[in-house]
């Protein structure tokens, strides 16, 4: 099946610092790539949609300017949490749409990232 | 404002019950459900179900749609240990938007 990488799978950084987190569709061409925060036993919530070649959608309560959102070609997109905060401490994942997919709602997600902001 | 319910939120078995996963939603312009399995990282995908009233099964695992009454149910039957996890339910819509419901979490003992 097709695969989504995401790196790094884990990082801890300090307080005030920007993190990149790194999506990766490995064997397909994602034109629409998700972004999801997840909290400890708690659903997947929405961040934002990036659409390759645009400017990502961000969801209400979503600070676009805290989570910088770039999909610069149909494999990667990234998310980069800007002067972080231990509030920002979360499981990250991110999803990606195939394509050339025959169902739209394919999408397969990647392994997460576990951000720990110190 | 879109939303999807899980019910219940927790569940503990022994190994070779049966157990019901319940999903509500009131999502507009509504399209499919999905179920997806998560353990330790991201979910897996079990079942996507867009018509009323046709089963889908894998296994142990069955799903049904209800959209008259906007539920969903997810049936494992003779649990086993491994079939523990947190048990996600999404709605789409035609906007392609996922909703996901706060999960239902799984527990089998032995």
């Known amino acids: 099946g097709a695969v989504v990488s995401q790196h790094p799978s884990r990082v801890i950084c300090k307080s005030g610092t920007s993190v990149k987190i790194e999506c990766r569709s490995l064997?397909?061409?994602?034109?629409?790539m998700f972004w999801y925060r997840q909290f400890p036993k708690k659903s997947l919530m929405l961040m934002a949609t990036?659409?390759?070649?645009?400017?990502?959608?961000?969801e209400q309560g979503v600070e676009k300017d805290k989570f910088l959102i770039n999909h610069a070609s149909l494999t990667l997109s990234t998310l980069t949490v800007t002067s972080a905060h231990p509030e920002d401490s979360s499981f990250y994942i991110c999803s990606a749409r195939d394509a050339q997919a025959s169902v739209v709602e394919t999408q397969y997600f990647g392994p997460g990232t576990r951000l720990l902001v110190l | 404002e879109d939303k999807v319910v899980q019910s219940p939120l927790s569940l503990v078995v022994h190994e070779g019950d049966t157990v019901t996963l319940n999903c509500s939603y009131e999502v507009t312009n509504f399209r499919s459900l999905l179920w997806y399995k998560q353990e330790k990282k991201a979910p897996t995908f079990l079942f996507m179900l867009t018509s009323s009233g046709i089963e889908k099964k894998s296994g142990r695992l069955s799903s049904i749609l209800d959209k008259k009454e906007l539920f969903s149910i997810l049936n494992i039957t003779a649990t086993q240990t491994g079939d523990s996890a947190v048990y996600l339910c999404a709605a789409t819509n035609y906007g392609q938007n996922f909703v996901f419901g706060p999960g239902t979490r799984l527990s089998v003992l032995p």
């Open positions: 064997d397909f061409q994602a034109t629409t």
């Open positions: 990036s659409n390759e070649g645009s400017k990502a959608t961000y």
